[in-house]
């Protein structure tokens, strides 16, 4: 052989089987078959988590990060959580809600779309944070770990992929219509000048009007914008290409009004996407079965519940349902966030209303009402611990009682999302919060009925006002383990783990109080945790379980389970002692079930009987 | 019959557009004849290639491209330097000039021997021009010309470096001469560093072609690569009337000891323009971040030539030359996007140009006449560096059409030499609008007569007649704007390598007088100092020079 083709022959067969290397890789298939991973959601802590804003583990996704500027990328990914799972195991946390995967908008009006709630096309993974290689293994090693994963979606509406052509001229404009003068001129009130962008215009329940100086000239003409740059292209699944497949009624002003929040576009040019057409139901729901046939998530935490119409979640999660358990998933959680005080409208998703029940509805909600009314008015400000008794009497007339049809195996009722702040509302601990309030509200939360949901960082002390100062970064904690916050957080986990009545035990208040002053019990509030029937009926929980709570909001002194001559009553009989598992002193039962327990400011006791006390937590 | 006729050839034309390039590749063999010399058209005249005319005119002469006034173009076309020799005059400029009928001294030695007998050498060659000028009011000065080609007393700075590489293939075995060279013009033009104090340039590689000679037939030569590809020019107004091609393609040339020569050549033009090219931005196949720019529409033009000449030798150096010249333009259909997911179907289009040269020539001192027609229409009417605008109906250039009728000439006697130039020349858009301020006719008339004090000083005067109508109503009068401009210059100039109208270096004190008229002005946007003032001076100073830069 001539030595001139020695060389090429040689490099040839290097390279042959490298060629052959070109498998497919680990996780890049979607699970064969897919596993029911939890038994009773009750048990679940949720670790809502951002994934732009909680660790960078790759750098190669890392495109157009602008990690000084709040409303940019800033270079998480999901590699990032899969090199921290043990982060989420320490701190105690089982549920991973993980921001949405789909692939958005990249950038509108100078902000991106890091949040993950502009989509653009609902079948591709957002390559800002990884592959679906990536996204795979990342949930593949989660489970590994005992951890679950939910991830977020949004049916209401899409990102901003058109604009409103209002004046008819083919631009987006922000037109101002009326000088404000008019009629000041003329001798009357002025005319406030009329302000309108194309991108986002207010709800017009005819539709958005295009208009000239002449006057209304009957619908305005949808623009599809296309950028491919801002990743402003054709919408996926295909039938949300269409403008029909939008209510077009342009962005909602009044959010007490049905019409504007279920048919107006979200603020920020969110295009309301016309859920009640057959074949946008269909892309629904095949888009976001596909996420979880293709990747293996747990449960759906849903956005915008509320700006969405009952009857498309009654078709919703019944078919999501039914196609999951097809393949093999079924307990699959589904919990929606009506961002609202009303808890009866809250509840409504889980029930439907008076006219029009739902068959099938969420497993459960965001416990907004909740949110307000207990860790706002009372944990943070002080107010009455009797607000808390108020909702809880609430409850069950808002929310279903049974479990949802193939759904979640608890009624909605056991399983509302209790959260103290989350990414759209201000931190507990921005401007009037205090650590030690923290704490005690942490402290209720875990000890209430419903799944505790934890938002990252709160374990950190962040302290974010309203977004996106509320997405802080969260490497430059070092994901330390030894704060404070962090350990409480942990303990709180473990001593929930530890006595299951805390999660699956019914509720039964034994104090409240409207006082808040330097009152004997300003600020208490204690409730037992009893086992259910049905769960001592499954072996789920032993039926003697018992714990009683006593929670002090107040900040400044201690309190007591009594006042004046009244006196607290438990459901135990007399001379039952019990002890603290916080580590307080141990009380025995008085007369009647009677019971004074005393607990200083801004904390709280865990009292069960002597024989149940779990040591070393 | 005659429409069945002008179907068929509809049909063809795109193939016959191709087919001149495939002409040579079937290397034919004939007789033997020696390279003609570089410079003028008449291969009789052995020496001194015929002073390039350095004309320079735009590289495309595009009907209206060039045209200053042109809203569209800013002032000033593209050069188009001379290509190299002489041609300019399309006569065949037989300059006795003994220094110039050397050939090109080599820059250097050979430096290679591939094969026993070979030589080869580097060599240099230029065209240039420089013309520092105020307009006596503080202002720069301007071209100031209304027609498309108008007197070059008043152009900008312009130069040509051409490296040129020349081997002699002949060897002792095979005697047969087979020469080759290698060409690479590099051409600059204004803003120049000294003027703006911007340490940039415009630059543009106007030739890049390897031509062989000799291979199969002594007289045939094929060359390929991008390259400027003319014929005669009028010296006058920096213009080459019948031919004149920039394409990136190639083509043959034969030439016959009967003194005829045969050319053809296709190339290809695709322009940035969205007649022939649309890129726009797509996203990133399998969910990679960003976007990318995609030519979705993208039709170079194929242009072809064929050029005849034959000379027809009169008693002593003198002749008659005659030159017959063809074009097809041919751009396939497409698609391109008006606007997102909205596509606009582009027919195929074309044209063609016909055109007929007929000069007569001294043999002496560069004496000649050359009279061009050309009859241009479609795509060629707009010529190879414009994309067509104002397209009919039809989104094509069909019913475009351009006529030119011109004039060149050198008489040279005693102390005296006078240059002449002019042209008339119609053009209309495909578009069948009754007023359109691209549609033109326009004439000019250039006369420069030289005296020479001694050989090498001299000084001449030179006058120009501009006129140009466009088929728009002048301010409401309900007639045809027509613009016209009167411009007479004086310029003593020093000319070390001797006598005569092509004899260059040269340098000029230049002093230009212009009037224009108020239809004149009103060719200029508002606020345009050309538009407000009827006169014009032109004071300053130029050098010209060529030398040693290839000719066909």
């Known amino acids: 052989m001539k030595r001139h083709l020695v060389r090429p022959l040689a490099l040839a067969a290097a390279l042959a089987p490298m060629a052959s290397c070109m498998g497919t890789p680990e996780y890049g298939e979607r699970p064969a078959r897919l596993e029911t991973r939890v038994s009773d959601w009750r048990d679940e802590i949720i670790y809502q988590v951002l994934v732009d804003r909680f660790a960078n583990g790759e750098y190669v996704n890392d495109v157009n990060v602008r990690a000084g500027d709040p409303s940019r990328y800033h270079g998480g990914d999901w590699k990032g959580l899969e090199d921290h799972l043990d982060y989420f195991t320490a701190l105690g946390v089982t549920t991973l809600w993980i921001s949405p995967v789909v692939k958005n908008i990249e950038t509108d009006a100078g902000f991106d779309g890091y949040h993950g709630y502009w989509a653009q096309d609902l079948t591709q993974p957002n390559p800002h944070f990884g592959d679906m290689v990536a996204l795979r293994r990342m949930i593949a090693k989660a489970h590994e770990r005992g951890l679950r994963v939910v991830l977020d979606i949004v049916t209401n509406h899409m990102g901003q992929l058109f604009y409103y052509d209002v004046n008819m001229n083919g631009q987006p404009d922000i037109l101002f219509q009326e000088s404000g003068n008019k009629q000041r001129v003329n001798g009357g009130a002025p005319i406030p000048v009329r302000h309108v962008t194309e991108y986002d215009p207010d709800f017009d329940i005819r539709g958005i009007q295009a208009f000239t100086s002449l006057g209304e000239a009957g619908p305005a003409p949808v623009k599809f914008i296309y950028d491919p740059v801002s990743n402003k292209v054709p919408v996926f699944p295909e039938v949300l290409q269409n403008d029909w497949a939008y209510h077009r009624r342009g962005r909602v002003y009044d959010y007490d009004s049905v019409a504007q929040t279920e048919l107006g576009d979200f603020p920020g040019g969110l295009k309301d996407v016309a859920t009640e057409l057959p074949e946008v139901r269909d892309a629904m729901v095949d888009a976001y079965a596909r996420w979880v046939e293709e990747v293996d998530f747990d449960g759906f935490r849903i956005d915008t519940l509320k700006h969405v119409e009952h009857d498309f979640w009654n078709d919703f999660c019944r078919r999501v349902r039914e196609r999951l358990a097809a393949r093999g998933k079924t307990n699959f959680f589904m919990f929606g966030e009506s961002f609202d005080g009303d808890d009866v409208r809250n509840g409504s998703y889980t029930k439907g209303t008076a006219e029009r029940p739902l068959e099938h509805g969420v497993d459960s909600v965001f416990y907004f009402a909740q949110k307000f009314q207990v860790f706002d008015a009372v944990f943070k400000y002080k107010g009455p611990t009797r607000n808390i008794s108020r909702l809880r009497e609430q409850r069950f007339e808002n929310y279903r009682t049974t479990p949802q049809p193939g759904g979640a195996n608890a009624a909605p009722t056991r399983l509302l999302v209790n959260f103290i702040d989350n990414h759209d509302v201000a931190r507990f601990l921005f401007q009037d919060g205090t650590v030690g309030a923290l704490r005690n509200a942490l402290f209720f939360m875990y000890t209430w009925d419903g799944l505790p949901c934890i938002y990252y960082g709160t374990e950190q002390e962040f302290s974010g006002g309203n977004d996106p100062a509320n997405r802080e970064d969260f490497w430059p904690t070092g994901y330390r383990t030894d704060g404070e916050t962090f350990q409480w957080v942990a303990r709180l986990a473990r001593l929930r783990k530890a006595y299951p009545v805390l999660s699956k035990g019914e509720v039964v208040v034994r104090w409240d109080t409207e006082r808040t002053g330097p009152e004997q019990d300003a600020g208490i509030f204690a409730f037992e945790r009893v086992p259910l029937p049905e769960d001592v009926a499954a072996n789920a929980i032993a039926q003697d379980a018992y714990a009683l709570v006593v929670v002090n909001s107040n900040r400044d002194h201690e309190s007591s389970t009594a006042f004046g001559t009244a006196v607290m009553t438990t459901g135990l009989p007399e001379g039952t002692a019990l002890v603290d598992a916080m580590g307080g002193p141990g009380y025995t039962v008085g007369p009647g079930g009677s019971l004074t327990v005393t607990v200083g400011p801004e904390s709280g006791a865990i009292l069960v009987p002597q024989a149940q006390l779990v040591q070393g937590l | ?552």
């Open chain 2, 1 to 552: 019959m005659l429409r069945a006729v002008l179907r068929l050839a509809c049909r063809v034309r795109p193939l016959l557009a191709t087919a001149f390039t495939l002409t040579w590749l079937g290397g034919v063999a004939f007789a033997q004849t020696p390279a003609p010399p570089p410079g003028g058209s008449d291969p009789s005249q052995n020496g001194p290639p015929a002073p390039p005319p350095g004309s320079v005119v735009g590289p495309t002469t595009p009907p209206l491209q060039t045209n200053p006034l042109d809203p569209r173009t800013p002032v000033g076309p593209p050069e188009a330097p001379p290509a190299a020799g002489p041609p300019g005059s399309g006569a065949p400029a037989p300059a006795p000039a003994p220094p110039a009928a050397a050939p090109p001294a080599p820059v250097n030695q050979p430096i290679v021997k591939p094969t026993p007998g070979h030589t080869g050498q580097f060599e240099f060659g230029s065209y240039g021009r420089a013309t520092p000028a105020l307009d006596g009011r503080g202002g720069p000065g301007r071209n100031a010309d209304i027609v498309a080609f108008g007197t070059r007393l008043d152009e900008d700075n312009y130069a040509e470096l051409e490296f040129r590489r020349a081997d002699d293939w002949t060897t002792e075995k095979d005697p047969t001469p087979i020469t080759s060279r290698i060409v690479a013009t590099l051409a600059v033009t204004d803003p120049l560093f000294h003027y703006t104090g911007k340490f940039d340039a415009t630059l543009a590689l106007r030739n890049l072609f390897i031509e062989e000679k000799g291979i199969g037939h002594p007289g045939l030569a094929l060359w390929v690569g991008s390259r400027m590809y003319r014929g005669d020019d009028i010296y006058l107004l920096n213009w080459w009337p019948l031919d004149n091609l920039n394409t990136l393609g190639g083509g043959a040339r034969l030439e016959l000891p009967s003194r005829t020569k045969l050319a053809v050549h296709a190339g290809v033009v695709r322009l940035d323009d969205p007649f022939q090219y649309q890129a726009v931005a797509r996203p990133l196949p399998y969910n990679q971040l960003g976007a990318t720019r995609v030519a979705i529409f993208d039709r170079p033009r194929v242009i072809s030539s064929f050029r005849a000449e034959q000379i027809f030798p009169l008693e002593g150096t003198a002749g008659i030359k005659v030159v017959g010249y063809g074009e097809l333009h041919h751009v396939a259909k497409g698609v391109r996007e008006r606007e997102p997911a909205v596509y606009e179907q582009m027919p195929s289009d074309g044209g063609f140009v016909a055109g007929l040269q007929v000069g007569a020539f001294a043999g002496q001192r560069d004496t000649f006449v050359n009279l061009f027609f050309r009859y241009a229409r479609g795509l060629a009417a707009y010529g190879d560096f414009t994309a067509p605008y104002e397209l009919a109906d039809d989104r094509t250039s069909s019913g475009a059409h351009e006529v030119r009728v011109a004039m060149s000439a050198n008489w040279e006697g005693g102390p005296f030499t006078v240059l002449a130039g002019g042209y008339v020349r119609s053009f209309r858009t495909a578009a069948p609008n009754d007023l359109s301020f691209q549609n033109v006719d326009e004439a000019a008339l250039v006369v420069r007569p030289h005296y020479y004090f001694t050989d090498k000083v001299g000084v001449f005067v030179e006058g120009t007649a501009e006129t140009q109508q466009r088929a728009v109503l002048f301010e409401g009068q309900g007639r045809p704007v027509q613009g016209t401009m009167f411009r007479a210059g004086v310029a003593p100039f020093l000319s070390p390598a001797g006598k005569g109208s092509y004899r260059r270096p040269q340098i000029r004190a230049i002093y230009l007088f212009s009037v224009r008229d108020r239809d004149a002005r009103s060719f200029y946007p508002a606020d345009d100092p050309f538009a407000r003032r009827s006169t014009e001076h032109f004071v300053g100073l130029s050098c010209e020079w060529w030398f040693n830069s290839s000719y066909l």
